[in-house]
Structures are given as C-alpha cells and as structure tokens.
C-alpha cells in the first residue's frame, strides 16, 4: 500500500550503527565504495547528533564462554566457535575508527545476527523514550534483516538507510531492499534522513508501513 513518510522527531529516535567493525569489514571485499558507504553513515551519525537524537553501537564479539555456549546446530555460529573469531578483545572486533563511538552513547555487544536478541539494547532505548529506529549496518541479510524483523515485532517505527547499508550479495540486497523491507520499514537515504530531521522534508508516497 502507499503511505506518507512520517516526520520523524529526534527526540524518541535513535540511529543504530550495527557491524561496523573492523574484521567485517576487511571480511567482505564484495562490498562497494567501503569508503563512501562509511563517509555516508558517518554523515548520519553526525546528523542525528546534531539534532539531539540517540546513536547506538551494536558489535558482535564473544567471550570464551560465549563460544563455548553455541550449539552445533547454529552453524554459522558455531563456526565461529570453532574457529575462535571476533573475541571481544581483538582489534578486529573494534568499531572502524570512523565511527567510533562518543560519550553518552549506546553500545551493545551480541552474539547473534540481531541487535536485540542477545543484547539488553531494547531496555536501554526504552529506558529513554525510544521509540523510532534507523537503521545502518552490514550486512543487509545479516543484522539489518534481523534487527528489522525483531524490532517491527517490538513494534518500533523504523526507518533504513538505503545507502547505509551494504551486502556482498547484490540479488539478496535488492530483493530486501525492494520486497521485504518496505512492508516492516521506511526505506530512505541519508540525505532523506538529513531533511527529515530539519523538517523540511516534504510529504511524499512511499511503499510501506508505519
């Protein structure tokens, strides 16, 4: 169905910024401009802040028992078990230092594709008034689908970023971004975002729902 973009008002939004990290990034030379995707995001770290909303960082890294804990039936995850990736202390599970986070910001650790499954993110953006998301993450079948569903069903307004977020996998990102999102999400860019947050944004059709 076609509905109109609603305002969006910083006040109860946060911006989540999911899977930046540095091993991801180096892991998926699929991804295009890796570089302007991250000038692009940063861009709207830099708006949101602006505007006085919330910005939450989302990275997932395991602790031994974390590992230990992955049932052989997860088997992406007990891959990653097994082959003791992303430890919570490594370099490569660090957020990519151009989206490091500041003071006062949110900044969760999970151990699953979603950002609030695994995570008590859900109870800290509820604890202040939180009640729109905009999501930016790697990859587009991974956390972005995930964290989209889990929060559409915690009944969050959600807006994603377009060009905020990436797939090795074009036919899987397309098929999302064009069939799956837009029934749980708004799907702007980030120059959409940056004049929603001025108000200035006019009324337009979008495909979705609120």
């Known amino acids: 169905m076609t509905v109109t973009t609603p305002a969006l008002d910083p006040r109860t939004a946060a911006?989540?910024?999911?899977?930046y990290q540095q091993g991801i990034l180096a892991s998926l030379p699929g991804l295009a401009d890796p570089e302007e995707l991250l000038s692009r995001v940063a861009g709207a770290v830099a708006d949101m802040r602006e505007h006085g909303a919330a910005i939450a960082y989302?990275?997932?890294?395991?602790t031994e028992a974390d590992w230990a804990a992955i049932p052989p039936a997860n088997e992406t995850?007990?891959?990653l078990g097994r082959?003791?990736?992303m430890h919570h202390a490594d370099p490569a599970a660090e957020f990519h230092h151009r989206l490091a986070p500041e003071p006062g910001d949110i900044i969760v650790r999970k151990t699953r594709y979603g950002a609030l499954s695994t995570t008590d993110l859900d109870r800290r953006l509820r604890d202040r008034g939180i009640?729109?998301?905009?999501?930016?993450?790697?990859t587009t079948s991974g956390v972005v689908l995930s964290t989209v569903t889990d929060a559409a069903d915690r009944d969050y307004r959600l807006y994603v970023l377009a060009d905020g977020v990436a797939d090795p996998d074009p036919h899987a990102h397309q098929t999302l971004m064009t069939s799956v999102f837009p029934?749980?999400?708004?799907?702007?860019?980030?120059?959409?975002?940056?004049?929603?947050?001025?108000?200035?944004?006019p009324d337009r059709a979008k495909t979705g729902r609120a």
């Open 83 to 85: 082959q003791r990736l």
């Open 77 to 79: 995850f007990s891959l």
């Open 58 to 62: 989302v990275r997932v890294a395991f």
């Open 183 to 201: 029934r749980l999400a708004h799907v702007i860019d980030t120059a959409e975002l940056r004049s929603l947050l001025r108000g200035s944004h």
């Open 15 to 19: 911006l989540l910024v999911m899977d």
């Open 131 to 138: 009640t729109t998301l905009v999501i930016a993450g790697i």
